[in-house]
């Protein structure tokens, strides 16, 4: 079992930064895959990226070369840093966390909320 609670999230002008935090408990953090997902009002819920549990990342396109996925897995903590940030970015952001060998998130944050105003 996992729990995560997201962090850092507010009210951003466009072309600023944030950076969300991820604390996760569980002494098997290290193991998981990690995912930043965002929905926006009206919009389906997308993978923003994810990072494997060897620290490999993947963006979807609209983010590539703005946000960035990290892990530190002596804190439980993944980490969102977001730059360059445009109105298109606002949306609840969530963590979540799979195994290795699952392609199902099986656990979720309660989301932290991201205003980019233009």
């Known amino acids: 079992q996992v729990q995560l609670v997201e962090s850092g999230g507010g009210l951003v002008q466009a072309g600023g930064s944030l950076r969300l935090s991820c604390a996760a408990s569980g002494r098997t953090f290290s193991t998981y895959v990690l995912g930043w997902f965002r929905q926006a009002p009206g919009k389906e819920r997308e993978l923003v990226g994810s990072?494997?549990?060897?620290?490999?990342?993947n963006y979807t396109d609209s983010v590539k070369g703005r946000f960035t996925i990290s892990r530190d897995n002596a804190r439980n903590t993944v980490y969102l840093e977001m730059a360059n940030l445009k109105p298109e970015d606002t949306a609840v952001y969530y963590c979540a966390a799979r195994i290795v060998v699952s392609i199902a998130y099986a656990y979720w944050g309660q989301g932290t909320q991201v205003i980019v105003s233009s």
């Open positions: 990072i494997s549990n060897r620290g490999n990342t």
